[in-house]
DNA sequence: TGTACATCAGTGAACGCGCGTTCACTGATGTAC
DNA sequence: TGTACATCAGTGAACGCGCGTTCACTGATGTAC
Protein backbone atom coordinates (compact mmCIF):
# COMPACT_ATOMS: atom_id res chain seq x y z
CA UNK A 1 0.00 0.00 0.00
CA UNK A 2 2.48 2.52 -1.07
CA UNK A 3 1.20 4.05 -3.91
CA UNK A 4 -1.90 2.64 -5.03
CA UNK A 5 -3.45 5.10 -7.08
CA UNK A 6 -5.74 3.24 -9.14
CA UNK A 7 -5.57 5.29 -12.49
CA UNK A 8 -2.44 7.31 -13.58
CA UNK A 9 0.59 4.62 -14.04
CA UNK A 10 2.90 6.57 -15.78
CA UNK A 11 5.34 4.13 -15.78
CA UNK A 12 5.71 1.81 -19.21
CA UNK A 13 4.62 -1.28 -17.10
CA UNK A 14 1.59 -0.90 -15.27
CA UNK A 15 2.15 -3.02 -12.04
CA UNK A 16 -1.08 -3.80 -11.33
CA UNK A 17 -3.20 -4.60 -14.76
CA UNK A 18 -4.33 -7.92 -13.70
CA UNK A 19 -5.86 -6.89 -11.07
CA UNK A 20 -7.49 -3.57 -12.52
CA UNK A 21 -8.57 -5.96 -15.63
CA UNK A 22 -10.87 -7.77 -13.36
CA UNK A 23 -12.03 -5.08 -11.79
CA UNK A 24 -13.36 -3.19 -15.21
CA UNK A 25 -14.73 -6.38 -16.00
CA UNK A 26 -16.71 -6.44 -12.56
CA UNK A 27 -18.06 -3.18 -13.44
CA UNK A 28 -18.63 -3.73 -17.29
CA UNK A 29 -20.37 -6.91 -16.16
CA UNK A 30 -22.59 -4.41 -13.79
CA UNK A 31 -23.31 -2.00 -16.51
CA UNK A 32 -24.02 -4.87 -19.17
CA UNK A 33 -24.82 -8.10 -17.93
CA UNK A 34 -22.73 -11.00 -17.86
CA UNK A 35 -22.42 -11.20 -21.55
CA UNK A 36 -22.32 -7.62 -22.70
CA UNK A 37 -18.19 -6.79 -21.55
CA UNK A 38 -15.44 -6.65 -24.30
CA UNK A 39 -12.22 -7.46 -23.76
CA UNK A 40 -11.24 -4.27 -25.60
CA UNK A 41 -13.77 -2.05 -23.65
CA UNK A 42 -11.83 -3.59 -20.52
CA UNK A 43 -8.26 -2.56 -22.01
CA UNK A 44 -9.67 0.61 -22.34
CA UNK A 45 -10.84 1.12 -19.02
CA UNK A 46 -7.39 -0.20 -17.72
CA UNK A 47 -5.86 2.81 -19.87
CA UNK A 48 -3.71 -0.19 -21.92
CA UNK A 49 -3.45 -1.14 -25.70
CA UNK A 50 -6.22 -3.91 -26.52
CA UNK A 51 -3.81 -6.77 -26.83
CA UNK A 52 -2.34 -6.39 -23.39
CA UNK A 53 -4.67 -8.24 -21.54
CA UNK A 54 -4.02 -11.50 -23.13
CA UNK A 55 -0.35 -11.79 -21.44
CA UNK A 56 -2.51 -11.78 -17.93
CA UNK A 57 -5.35 -13.68 -19.62
CA UNK A 58 -5.27 -16.66 -22.27
CA UNK A 59 -8.47 -15.48 -23.37
CA UNK A 60 -11.90 -13.55 -22.77
CA UNK A 61 -13.87 -16.87 -20.79
CA UNK A 62 -10.55 -16.92 -18.75
CA UNK A 63 -10.98 -13.48 -17.64
CA UNK A 64 -14.78 -14.08 -16.92
CA UNK A 65 -13.58 -16.78 -15.10
CA UNK A 66 -11.30 -14.49 -12.92
CA UNK A 67 -14.27 -12.08 -12.01
CA UNK A 68 -16.53 -14.68 -11.48
CA UNK A 69 -14.06 -16.89 -8.38
CA UNK A 70 -13.25 -13.16 -6.99
CA UNK A 71 -17.01 -13.07 -6.80
CA UNK A 72 -17.59 -16.13 -4.65
CA UNK A 73 -14.98 -15.47 -2.21
CA UNK A 74 -16.30 -11.99 -1.61
CA UNK A 75 -19.79 -13.97 -1.04
CA UNK A 76 -18.14 -17.09 0.91
CA UNK A 77 -16.35 -14.15 3.34
CA UNK A 78 -19.77 -12.43 4.07
CA UNK A 79 -21.72 -15.14 4.48
CA UNK A 80 -19.00 -16.16 6.99
CA UNK A 81 -19.07 -12.96 8.65
CA UNK A 82 -22.82 -13.25 8.51
CA UNK A 83 -22.81 -16.05 11.00
CA UNK A 84 -20.31 -14.79 13.00
CA UNK A 85 -22.57 -11.56 13.96
CA UNK A 86 -24.90 -14.02 15.94
CA UNK A 87 -24.92 -17.08 18.74
CA UNK A 88 -24.35 -20.13 16.72
CA UNK A 89 -27.59 -22.22 16.68
CA UNK A 90 -30.22 -19.25 16.44
CA UNK A 91 -32.34 -18.60 13.96
CA UNK A 92 -30.67 -14.86 13.49
CA UNK A 93 -27.27 -16.38 12.48
CA UNK A 94 -29.34 -18.17 9.64
CA UNK A 95 -30.99 -15.27 8.71
CA UNK A 96 -27.64 -13.49 8.73
CA UNK A 97 -26.73 -15.93 6.27
CA UNK A 98 -29.35 -15.57 3.71
CA UNK A 99 -28.74 -11.21 4.25
CA UNK A 100 -25.00 -11.27 3.12
CA UNK A 101 -26.42 -13.60 0.29
CA UNK A 102 -29.14 -10.90 -0.67
CA UNK A 103 -27.06 -7.54 0.11
CA UNK A 104 -24.01 -9.30 -2.66
CA UNK A 105 -27.05 -10.24 -5.27
CA UNK A 106 -28.53 -6.16 -4.75
CA UNK A 107 -24.72 -5.30 -4.51
CA UNK A 108 -23.71 -6.42 -7.69
CA UNK A 109 -26.41 -8.19 -9.74
CA UNK A 110 -24.37 -8.85 -13.02
CA UNK A 111 -21.43 -10.96 -10.82
CA UNK A 112 -24.18 -12.50 -8.85
CA UNK A 113 -25.90 -13.41 -11.78
CA UNK A 114 -22.59 -14.19 -13.41
CA UNK A 115 -21.20 -16.74 -10.26
CA UNK A 116 -25.05 -18.54 -10.79
CA UNK A 117 -25.41 -18.81 -14.25
CA UNK A 118 -23.04 -21.20 -16.24
CA UNK A 119 -22.17 -18.42 -18.26
CA UNK A 120 -20.99 -19.93 -21.71
CA UNK A 121 -17.19 -20.49 -20.79
CA UNK A 122 -17.28 -21.99 -17.46
CA UNK A 123 -19.33 -24.51 -17.73
CA UNK A 124 -18.35 -26.90 -15.21
CA UNK A 125 -14.90 -25.18 -13.84
CA UNK A 126 -13.83 -27.58 -10.83
CA UNK A 127 -12.52 -24.26 -8.94
CA UNK A 128 -15.72 -22.55 -8.87
CA UNK A 129 -17.27 -25.74 -8.31
CA UNK A 130 -15.70 -26.20 -5.57
CA UNK A 131 -16.05 -22.37 -3.97
CA UNK A 132 -19.34 -23.13 -4.60
CA UNK A 133 -19.92 -26.02 -2.52
CA UNK A 134 -17.42 -23.43 0.19
CA UNK A 135 -20.81 -21.58 0.35
CA UNK A 136 -22.53 -24.03 0.99
CA UNK A 137 -20.80 -25.56 3.83
CA UNK A 138 -21.86 -22.10 5.50
CA UNK A 139 -25.13 -22.88 5.54
CA UNK A 140 -24.77 -26.42 6.69
CA UNK A 141 -22.93 -25.63 9.05
CA UNK A 142 -25.49 -22.88 10.65
CA UNK A 143 -28.45 -25.23 10.17
CA UNK A 144 -26.35 -27.93 12.03
CA UNK A 145 -25.96 -25.87 15.01
CA UNK A 146 -29.61 -24.81 14.67
CA UNK A 147 -31.07 -28.41 14.59
CA UNK A 148 -28.76 -29.79 17.25
CA UNK A 149 -27.73 -32.31 14.79
CA UNK A 150 -23.79 -33.86 12.69
CA UNK A 151 -23.77 -31.67 9.42
CA UNK A 152 -23.67 -34.80 7.72
CA UNK A 153 -26.91 -35.86 8.80
CA UNK A 154 -29.53 -36.42 5.95
CA UNK A 155 -32.18 -33.93 7.85
CA UNK A 156 -29.18 -31.16 7.55
CA UNK A 157 -28.73 -31.42 4.05
CA UNK A 158 -32.51 -31.48 3.21
CA UNK A 159 -32.72 -28.52 5.64
CA UNK A 160 -29.89 -26.22 4.56
CA UNK A 161 -30.50 -26.93 0.78
CA UNK A 162 -34.07 -25.49 1.49
CA UNK A 163 -32.86 -22.89 3.06
CA UNK A 164 -30.60 -22.05 -0.11
CA UNK A 165 -33.32 -22.62 -2.57
CA UNK A 166 -35.24 -19.67 -0.74
CA UNK A 167 -33.20 -17.26 -0.35
CA UNK A 168 -31.52 -17.79 -3.96
CA UNK A 169 -34.83 -17.24 -5.21
CA UNK A 170 -35.46 -14.56 -3.24
CA UNK A 171 -32.44 -12.68 -4.29
CA UNK A 172 -33.47 -13.52 -7.73
CA UNK A 173 -36.58 -12.33 -7.43
CA UNK A 174 -35.41 -9.29 -5.89
CA UNK A 175 -32.98 -8.00 -8.67
CA UNK A 176 -34.47 -9.10 -11.13
CA UNK A 177 -37.60 -6.59 -9.98
CA UNK A 178 -40.45 -9.52 -10.10
CA UNK A 179 -40.94 -8.91 -6.37
CA UNK A 180 -42.24 -4.99 -7.01
CA UNK A 181 -45.82 -4.55 -5.82
CA UNK A 182 -46.55 -8.62 -5.48
CA UNK A 183 -44.67 -8.39 -1.83
CA UNK A 184 -44.12 -5.72 0.75
CA UNK A 185 -42.93 -7.15 4.07
CA UNK A 186 -40.82 -4.73 5.95
CA UNK A 187 -37.73 -5.60 4.03
CA UNK A 188 -35.61 -8.82 3.96
CA UNK A 189 -35.18 -9.59 7.33
CA UNK A 190 -38.52 -10.30 8.25
CA UNK A 191 -38.52 -12.50 5.17
CA UNK A 192 -35.56 -14.37 6.39
CA UNK A 193 -36.48 -14.92 9.92
CA UNK A 194 -39.50 -15.77 8.58
CA UNK A 195 -38.20 -18.25 6.21
CA UNK A 196 -35.63 -19.72 8.65
CA UNK A 197 -38.31 -20.61 11.29
CA UNK A 198 -40.23 -21.85 8.66
CA UNK A 199 -37.72 -24.60 7.61
CA UNK A 200 -36.14 -25.10 10.64
CA UNK A 201 -39.06 -24.73 13.07
CA UNK A 202 -40.10 -22.40 15.93
CA UNK A 203 -37.57 -23.03 17.96
CA UNK A 204 -35.08 -20.08 18.66
CA UNK B 1 -53.26 -27.59 -40.29
CA UNK B 2 -53.33 -27.83 -43.39
CA UNK B 3 -49.93 -28.30 -44.53
CA UNK B 4 -47.65 -26.81 -42.06
CA UNK B 5 -44.62 -28.46 -42.65
CA UNK B 6 -42.10 -26.35 -40.79
CA UNK B 7 -39.01 -25.85 -43.26
CA UNK B 8 -40.24 -26.40 -47.05
CA UNK B 9 -42.28 -23.53 -47.98
CA UNK B 10 -41.47 -23.02 -51.44
CA UNK B 11 -43.79 -19.92 -52.57
CA UNK B 12 -42.47 -16.65 -52.55
CA UNK B 13 -44.03 -15.49 -49.21
CA UNK B 14 -43.51 -17.52 -46.22
CA UNK B 15 -46.71 -17.41 -44.97
CA UNK B 16 -45.83 -17.70 -41.43
CA UNK B 17 -42.39 -16.31 -41.03
CA UNK B 18 -43.42 -14.15 -37.54
CA UNK B 19 -43.71 -18.09 -35.91
CA UNK B 20 -41.05 -19.57 -37.22
CA UNK B 21 -38.47 -16.63 -36.11
CA UNK B 22 -39.98 -17.27 -32.62
CA UNK B 23 -39.19 -20.62 -32.89
CA UNK B 24 -35.80 -20.50 -34.50
CA UNK B 25 -34.59 -17.39 -31.64
CA UNK B 26 -35.86 -20.51 -28.96
CA UNK B 27 -33.55 -22.95 -30.14
CA UNK B 28 -31.03 -20.50 -29.77
CA UNK B 29 -31.40 -19.21 -26.55
CA UNK B 30 -31.55 -22.60 -25.50
CA UNK B 31 -28.39 -23.46 -27.44
CA UNK B 32 -26.50 -20.06 -26.78
CA UNK B 33 -28.10 -18.73 -23.87
CA UNK B 34 -30.52 -15.16 -23.90
CA UNK B 35 -27.38 -13.37 -25.40
CA UNK B 36 -25.78 -15.86 -27.53
CA UNK B 37 -28.58 -15.25 -30.67
CA UNK B 38 -28.14 -12.96 -33.48
CA UNK B 39 -30.92 -12.23 -35.68
CA UNK B 40 -29.12 -13.47 -38.51
CA UNK B 41 -28.81 -16.77 -37.14
CA UNK B 42 -33.12 -17.48 -36.56
CA UNK B 43 -32.99 -15.72 -40.43
CA UNK B 44 -30.69 -18.35 -41.93
CA UNK B 45 -32.67 -21.12 -39.72
CA UNK B 46 -36.15 -19.79 -41.23
CA UNK B 47 -34.48 -20.19 -44.35
CA UNK B 48 -34.97 -16.47 -45.08
CA UNK B 49 -32.54 -13.46 -45.80
CA UNK B 50 -31.05 -11.50 -43.37
CA UNK B 51 -33.51 -8.32 -43.46
CA UNK B 52 -36.72 -10.40 -43.59
CA UNK B 53 -37.37 -10.32 -39.81
CA UNK B 54 -37.31 -6.94 -39.99
CA UNK B 55 -40.88 -7.27 -41.45
CA UNK B 56 -41.87 -8.52 -38.52
CA UNK B 57 -39.79 -6.84 -35.87
CA UNK B 58 -38.86 -3.69 -35.47
CA UNK B 59 -35.33 -4.56 -34.09
CA UNK B 60 -33.56 -7.25 -31.66
CA UNK B 61 -34.93 -6.40 -28.97
CA UNK B 62 -38.55 -6.75 -30.33
CA UNK B 63 -37.91 -10.30 -31.49
CA UNK B 64 -36.53 -11.07 -27.85
CA UNK B 65 -39.49 -9.59 -26.03
CA UNK B 66 -41.91 -11.43 -28.51
CA UNK B 67 -39.85 -15.29 -27.47
CA UNK B 68 -40.05 -14.32 -23.64
CA UNK B 69 -43.76 -13.40 -23.72
CA UNK B 70 -44.62 -16.32 -25.37
CA UNK B 71 -42.80 -18.55 -23.13
CA UNK B 72 -44.32 -16.76 -20.16
CA UNK B 73 -47.96 -17.57 -21.61
CA UNK B 74 -46.48 -21.35 -21.88
CA UNK B 75 -45.72 -21.07 -18.28
CA UNK B 76 -48.63 -19.72 -16.69
CA UNK B 77 -50.59 -22.79 -18.69
CA UNK B 78 -48.64 -25.43 -17.71
CA UNK B 79 -48.81 -23.60 -13.58
CA UNK B 80 -53.01 -23.52 -14.39
CA UNK B 81 -52.46 -27.33 -15.46
CA UNK B 82 -51.06 -28.33 -12.60
CA UNK B 83 -53.18 -26.98 -10.27
CA UNK B 84 -56.26 -28.57 -11.37
CA UNK B 85 -54.67 -31.61 -11.40
CA UNK B 86 -55.11 -31.69 -7.29
CA UNK B 87 -58.05 -31.21 -4.81
CA UNK B 88 -58.17 -27.30 -4.12
CA UNK B 89 -56.62 -26.49 -0.72
CA UNK B 90 -54.09 -29.71 -0.84
CA UNK B 91 -51.13 -29.33 -0.74
CA UNK B 92 -50.33 -31.62 -3.35
CA UNK B 93 -51.77 -28.86 -5.74
CA UNK B 94 -49.22 -26.04 -4.29
CA UNK B 95 -46.50 -28.86 -5.12
CA UNK B 96 -48.22 -29.50 -8.45
CA UNK B 97 -47.67 -25.45 -9.35
CA UNK B 98 -43.78 -26.25 -8.26
CA UNK B 99 -43.37 -29.20 -10.54
CA UNK B 100 -44.63 -27.36 -13.55
CA UNK B 101 -42.53 -24.47 -12.79
CA UNK B 102 -39.18 -26.75 -12.03
CA UNK B 103 -40.37 -28.76 -15.08
CA UNK B 104 -40.68 -25.45 -17.73
CA UNK B 105 -37.24 -24.19 -16.14
CA UNK B 106 -35.42 -27.82 -16.71
CA UNK B 107 -37.29 -27.93 -20.09
CA UNK B 108 -36.02 -24.41 -21.27
CA UNK B 109 -33.36 -22.89 -19.37
CA UNK B 110 -32.85 -20.50 -21.98
CA UNK B 111 -35.97 -19.44 -22.20
CA UNK B 112 -36.30 -19.09 -18.40
CA UNK B 113 -33.49 -17.30 -17.72
CA UNK B 114 -34.48 -15.03 -20.59
CA UNK B 115 -38.09 -14.20 -18.94
CA UNK B 116 -36.56 -14.02 -15.61
CA UNK B 117 -33.77 -12.35 -16.31
CA UNK B 118 -34.61 -8.69 -17.81
CA UNK B 119 -32.03 -9.02 -20.61
CA UNK B 120 -31.16 -5.90 -21.97
CA UNK B 121 -33.88 -5.18 -24.21
CA UNK B 122 -36.67 -5.38 -21.75
CA UNK B 123 -36.33 -4.01 -18.57
CA UNK B 124 -39.78 -2.75 -17.40
CA UNK B 125 -41.80 -3.79 -20.32
CA UNK B 126 -45.15 -3.74 -18.78
CA UNK B 127 -46.80 -6.30 -21.22
CA UNK B 128 -44.19 -8.71 -19.57
CA UNK B 129 -44.43 -7.88 -16.14
CA UNK B 130 -48.26 -8.36 -16.29
CA UNK B 131 -47.64 -11.81 -17.81
CA UNK B 132 -45.63 -12.15 -14.57
CA UNK B 133 -48.30 -11.10 -12.43
CA UNK B 134 -50.57 -13.68 -14.05
CA UNK B 135 -48.33 -16.58 -13.01
CA UNK B 136 -47.82 -15.45 -9.59
CA UNK B 137 -51.28 -14.94 -9.11
CA UNK B 138 -52.24 -19.09 -10.11
CA UNK B 139 -49.59 -19.11 -6.71
CA UNK B 140 -51.99 -16.93 -4.80
CA UNK B 141 -54.97 -18.65 -5.66
CA UNK B 142 -53.68 -21.90 -4.23
CA UNK B 143 -52.04 -20.55 -1.77
CA UNK B 144 -55.56 -19.03 -0.73
CA UNK B 145 -57.36 -22.20 -1.01
CA UNK B 146 -54.78 -24.38 1.01
CA UNK B 147 -55.26 -21.32 4.40
CA UNK B 148 -58.63 -20.81 3.75
CA UNK B 149 -58.35 -17.56 3.62
CA UNK B 150 -59.08 -14.46 0.46
CA UNK B 151 -56.37 -13.89 -1.37
CA UNK B 152 -55.70 -10.30 -0.39
CA UNK B 153 -55.00 -11.15 2.99
CA UNK B 154 -51.29 -10.58 3.88
CA UNK B 155 -50.47 -13.91 5.67
CA UNK B 156 -51.29 -15.28 2.14
CA UNK B 157 -49.67 -13.28 0.00
CA UNK B 158 -46.51 -13.78 2.50
CA UNK B 159 -46.72 -17.27 2.06
CA UNK B 160 -47.29 -17.35 -1.87
CA UNK B 161 -44.01 -15.09 -2.18
CA UNK B 162 -42.24 -17.45 0.22
CA UNK B 163 -43.42 -20.07 -1.73
CA UNK B 164 -42.33 -18.35 -5.09
CA UNK B 165 -39.05 -18.06 -3.76
CA UNK B 166 -38.12 -21.56 -2.86
CA UNK B 167 -39.21 -22.93 -5.92
CA UNK B 168 -37.38 -20.16 -8.03
CA UNK B 169 -34.42 -20.85 -6.14
CA UNK B 170 -34.55 -24.82 -7.00
CA UNK B 171 -35.08 -24.05 -10.26
CA UNK B 172 -32.40 -21.75 -10.78
CA UNK B 173 -30.13 -23.85 -9.00
CA UNK B 174 -31.39 -27.48 -10.89
CA UNK B 175 -30.35 -25.89 -14.26
CA UNK B 176 -27.38 -24.26 -13.52
CA UNK B 177 -26.23 -27.54 -11.93
CA UNK B 178 -25.29 -26.19 -8.46
CA UNK B 179 -27.08 -29.16 -7.21
CA UNK B 180 -25.11 -31.65 -7.78
CA UNK B 181 -23.57 -33.83 -4.95
CA UNK B 182 -24.82 -31.15 -2.92
CA UNK B 183 -28.77 -32.70 -2.41
CA UNK B 184 -29.92 -35.64 -3.02
CA UNK B 185 -33.72 -35.95 -2.23
CA UNK B 186 -35.92 -38.27 -4.48
CA UNK B 187 -36.25 -36.13 -7.26
CA UNK B 188 -37.95 -32.62 -7.19
CA UNK B 189 -41.91 -33.92 -5.49
CA UNK B 190 -40.47 -34.69 -2.41
CA UNK B 191 -38.71 -31.35 -2.05
CA UNK B 192 -41.57 -29.54 -3.40
CA UNK B 193 -43.73 -31.72 -1.18
CA UNK B 194 -41.46 -30.71 1.72
CA UNK B 195 -41.72 -27.11 1.21
CA UNK B 196 -44.96 -26.58 0.82
CA UNK B 197 -45.49 -28.51 4.30
CA UNK B 198 -42.52 -26.25 5.73
CA UNK B 199 -44.18 -23.20 4.63
CA UNK B 200 -48.22 -23.76 4.71
CA UNK B 201 -48.30 -25.84 8.06
CA UNK B 202 -48.54 -29.96 8.16
CA UNK B 203 -52.17 -30.15 7.51
CA UNK B 204 -52.65 -31.51 4.56
C1' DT C 1 -64.22 -13.94 -65.65
C1' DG C 2 -60.55 -10.50 -66.67
C1' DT C 3 -57.74 -6.61 -65.91
C1' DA C 4 -55.35 -2.74 -63.21
C1' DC C 5 -53.48 -1.63 -59.29
C1' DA C 6 -52.16 -1.18 -54.33
C1' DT C 7 -50.07 -3.79 -50.84
C1' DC C 8 -46.60 -5.90 -48.67
C1' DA C 9 -43.47 -9.97 -47.55
C1' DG C 10 -39.66 -11.15 -49.41
C1' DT C 11 -34.48 -10.32 -51.74
C1' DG C 12 -29.58 -9.38 -51.92
C1' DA C 13 -26.11 -6.12 -51.66
C1' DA C 14 -24.10 -2.89 -48.96
C1' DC C 15 -22.80 0.08 -44.81
C1' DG C 16 -20.11 0.85 -40.72
C1' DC C 17 -18.88 -1.18 -36.45
C1' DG C 18 -16.55 -3.39 -32.69
C1' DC C 19 -14.71 -7.47 -31.47
C1' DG C 20 -11.13 -11.40 -30.37
C1' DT C 21 -6.81 -12.47 -31.33
C1' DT C 22 -2.05 -12.43 -33.37
C1' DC C 23 2.30 -10.48 -34.49
C1' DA C 24 6.69 -8.35 -34.58
C1' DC C 25 8.24 -4.88 -31.84
C1' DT C 26 10.18 -2.04 -27.72
C1' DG C 27 11.59 -0.50 -23.58
C1' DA C 28 11.75 -1.16 -18.46
C1' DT C 29 13.31 -4.34 -14.89
C1' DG C 30 16.05 -7.81 -12.42
C1' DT C 31 20.00 -10.70 -12.14
C1' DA C 32 24.82 -12.66 -12.84
C1' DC C 33 29.25 -11.57 -12.96
C1' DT D 1 29.35 -0.13 -8.34
C1' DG D 2 29.06 -1.13 -13.38
C1' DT D 3 28.02 -3.70 -17.38
C1' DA D 4 25.70 -7.45 -20.35
C1' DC D 5 21.96 -9.82 -20.96
C1' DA D 6 17.54 -12.45 -20.40
C1' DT D 7 12.92 -11.61 -19.30
C1' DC D 8 8.62 -10.04 -19.93
C1' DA D 9 4.75 -6.52 -19.73
C1' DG D 10 3.58 -3.43 -22.63
C1' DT D 11 2.57 -1.29 -27.85
C1' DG D 12 0.11 -0.45 -32.14
C1' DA D 13 -1.15 -2.14 -36.42
C1' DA D 14 -3.44 -5.53 -38.67
C1' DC D 15 -6.45 -9.73 -39.72
C1' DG D 16 -10.90 -11.74 -40.63
C1' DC D 17 -15.43 -12.10 -38.85
C1' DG D 18 -20.28 -11.70 -37.98
C1' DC D 19 -23.50 -8.59 -36.71
C1' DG D 20 -27.63 -5.03 -36.89
C1' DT D 21 -29.72 -2.41 -39.92
C1' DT D 22 -30.94 0.09 -44.29
C1' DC D 23 -32.06 0.43 -49.04
C1' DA D 24 -33.95 0.10 -53.55
C1' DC D 25 -35.86 -3.68 -55.56
C1' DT D 26 -39.24 -7.57 -57.04
C1' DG D 27 -42.72 -10.60 -57.39
C1' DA D 28 -46.85 -12.82 -55.27
C1' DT D 29 -51.42 -11.79 -53.45
C1' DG D 30 -55.96 -9.58 -52.79
C1' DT D 31 -59.30 -6.31 -54.18
C1' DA D 32 -62.11 -2.96 -57.07
C1' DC D 33 -64.22 -2.45 -61.08
Redesign the interface.
Known sequence: MSDDTPSRRSSYHHGDLRAQLIAAVRDLVEA??P??FSVAEAARQAGVSSAAPYKHFRDRPELLRAVAAEGMDRLRDAMEAGLAQHPAGSLQSVAAIGQAYVDFARGGPGVF?LV?????GHE?DPLLQEK??SC?GVVLRATAAVLHLPMEDAAV??RA??L??????????TI????E???D?SGDWA?LM??SA??LGPRG
Open positions: HGDGRFGLTEGGSFREYMWTCVHGHSFLDRKTGKFMYGIAI
